[in-house]
């Protein structure tokens, strides 16, 4: 596996060509300071893998993932970042960054084993290469592009088409939709009277769909049954849902076909039941209900994104409830949406509870990406975020509302430079009133409660990262580093280079330079 590094900390890198240069079977084709550099190296190597740092000079990392997913889409992209980073990672995991990995939580042991999760993935994935070129990948790819297109195919789709001796025709067209995860043993697509040309393709990551053609002396009722008996076969030999469209009379619209064929497998990822599922609206009437609960669903999201500790779960829950009692049918959204949540979870409270593992975390997004059913999927998600959001420092039930909003206020924000002011006006309280109110209901003043916050992060951070000790200061909220040392010194009895020393032996990622 070939691998290039880009980063502009030079521990950082030094430390990743260590454990990689420890497996033989891996090659560091190149190292980068900045992103510029990097593409350049990535044009004239082609890594299997990258590894990049988010925040770089002269070009970040978010757009070397681009240009890199321009060039070549199937190479492996993994992103560096620092927990105070995941607005970008959430832009980054949108344009198809396979992994990232907290420089705060980055273990020799985990690192290593992730490089070989990725490298065990390259391989599958050169294997499939490999098997859909000498069963016609070409094929597969050109019609699969026709498919997702979600538009009329044109003359010159028709002209391609026939090019590859698919036969399909405007008599008779129905469309086909299985979940994929059903394919992994012995999926078996039966033969049957009246039903010809049909071709499986993989219509996303999800959904795996069949096209084909009932034969043209069938009357409309024939034709129904005939489709209704071919389904059923498929479902039950193969112990599966279904999901079939509306039959069409005209190949332009096999796209359209498709998308209605997957729509209706979708009703069955609530309904939870092994049958047959048919559209309930035309792919138009979908659209605009799919337009429509997304963007309720973005509202509820942002809730839940500015929530913290039981009231993040609560806004989880709500979204998942909202799901389910709207049937949102694009299945593919919504578990990339539960997934994120997820992410959410993990990044604000990694540093708070030493319990949470990149493991589990991806135990439970392959968990919601495997799923056939909803219920499972709300189970995962609720059952990672009960055991991973953690306690408040301070009771819940003690704090008043308001004082409860100012807390939450500072956790959310203690690595800005927030004022009384700032906390007051979120909490719609005069600072006066609140500098009292907070100091009775949590035994701290404002600014003792905030700087607690920081402290904590920063010693964090000094005890598992390779950050510098500048760099820490500005990510804890503080922009003068000695005024952090001092400060720092005044709790722990020792400055932040001496506490780092003195702990050496607790980090997990390596020896420090």
């Known amino acids: 596996m070939k691998i290039l590094i880009a980063d502009d900390e030079r521990l950082i890198c030094e430390w990743l060509q260590f454990c990689i240069k420890e497996n033989p079977e891996y090659e560091i084709v190149g190292v980068a300071n900045n992103g ?107 019609v699969r592009n026709i498919l997702i297109s979600g538009k009329p195919i044109t003359e010159d789709d028709i002209s391609l088409l026939r090019e590859y001796n698919i036969k399909w025709r405007d008599s008779g067209l129905f469309a086909l939709a299985v979940w994929k995860r059903k394919l992994f043993d012995n999926f078996t697509v039966p033969k049957q009277e009246n039903i010809v040309h049909v071709i499986g393709i993989e219509y996303d990551e999800f959904v795996y769909v069949l096209i084909g053609n009932l034969s043209r002396n069938l009357s409309e009722l024939e034709k129904l049954n005939c489709l209704q008996e071919y389904a059923n076969k498929i479902i039950n030999e193969n112990n599966c849902m279904a999901g079939i469209s509306n039959i069409t009379e005209s190949l332009v619209n096999v796209s359209e076909a498709a998308e209605e064929a997957v729509n209706a497998l979708s009703l069955g990822f609530y309904k939870e039941q092994v049958k047959l599922y048919r559209p309930l609206l035309s792919n138009k009437q979908q659209g605009e209900e799919n337009e429509k609960s997304g963007m309720e669903l973005k509202q509820i999201y942002q809730d839940f994104y500015s929530a913290s500790g039981k009231e993040q779960y609560l806004q989880l829950e709500k979204i998942l409830d909202y799901i389910e009692s709207n049937n949102v049918l694009q299945i593919k959204y919504i578990k990339m949406l539960c997934k994120e949540c997820l992410d959410v979870i993990y990044l604000r409270y990694v540093n708070d509870n030493t319990a949470f593992t990149k493991d589990a975390l991806n135990q439970a997004k392959s968990g919601i990406d495997e799923t056939v059913h909803f219920s499972k999927m709300k189970r995962i998600s609720l059952e990672y975020a009960g055991a991973n959001i953690p306690d408040n420092e301070i009771n819940e039930k003690e704090l008043s509302q308001r004082i409860f909003k100012a807390v939450v206020f500072i956790q959310q924000h203690y690595n800005e430079p927030i004022s009384l002011e700032q906390i007051a006006q979120e909490a719609n309280l005069n600072p006066e009133y609140l500098s009292r109110v907070f100091k009775e209901e949590t035994g701290y003043n404002y600014s003792a409660f905030l700087s607690n916050i920081r402290l904590k992060k920063a010693e964090y951070l000094l005890i598992n990262t390779v950050e510098k000790v500048q760099n820490i200061a500005e990510m804890v909220g503080y922009s003068n580093v000695s005024y952090f040392s001092t400060i720092f010194k005044k709790k722990y009895g020792v400055n932040p280079y001496e506490f780092r020393r003195n702990n050496a032996g607790k980090y997990a990622g390596g020896e420090r330079k």
């Open 36 to 142: 510029e550099q990097a593409l350049k190296i990535y044009k004239e190597t082609e890594p299997d893998l990258v590894l990049t740092d988010i925040k770089m000079p002269v070009m970040d990392g978010l757009r070397l993932l681009k240009e890199i997913k321009k060039i070549n889409s199937s190479t492996f992209v993994i992103l560096l970042t620092a927990f105070s980073e995941f607005d970008y990672v959430r832009e980054a995991m949108r344009e198809n960054a396979d992994e990232y990995i907290l420089k705060t939580e980055i273990s020799k042991q985990s690192f290593q084993e992730m490089l070989a999760a990725t490298a065990a993935k390259i391989k599958e994935k050169n294997r499939q290469n490999e098997d859909d070129m000498s069963y016609n990948g070409h094929k597969h790819s050109i």
